[in-house]
Nanobody
Framework: QVQLVESGGGLVQAGGSLRLSCAAS????????MGWFRQAPGKEREFVAL????????YYANSVKGRFTISRDNAENTVYLKMDSLKPEDTAVYYC?????????????????WGQGTQVTVSS
């Protein structure tokens, strides 16, 4: 069974940085794309970033492009989300996710396994 465990969230001032981690277990981590999503109170869960199986291709939502960086370490079965220049509107619960099949996906419906989420709060 696939398990994803996020960590690294917290409270930070606007303009600050955080690095989220997502540790995966239960199957061959390096074979599948990984994604980060977020959900703010009262809003739908939205795509933030994704990375292909090898780490050679990354994709970002326009709202975070140039500020967030997704990366992965297949030897450690971990995917990261480095968040710089944080804004109050980045406040949300952040989730990592993976697919049960190959390929990429930008929609939450493209992902089959989810972590429990980690809270990120950016104060103004």
């Amino acid at each position: 069974q696939v398990q994803l465990v996020e960590s690294g969230g917290g409270l930070v001032q606007a303009g600050g940085s955080l690095r989220l981690s997502c540790a995966a277990s239960g199957r061959t981590f390096s074979s599948y794309a990984m994604g980060w999503f977020r959900q703010a109170p009262g809003k739908e869960r939205e795509f933030v970033a994704l990375i292909n199986w090898s780490g050679t291709n990354t994709y970002y939502a326009n709202s975070v492009k140039g500020r967030f960086t997704i990366s992965r370490d297949n030897a450690e079965n971990t995917v990261y989300l480095k968040m710089d220049s944080l804004k109050p509107e980045d406040t949300a619960v952040y989730y990592c996710a993976t697919r049960s099949r190959g390929g990429l996906g930008y929609s939450l419906y493209d992902y089959d396994y989810w972590g429990q989420g980690t809270q990120v709060t950016v104060s103004s």
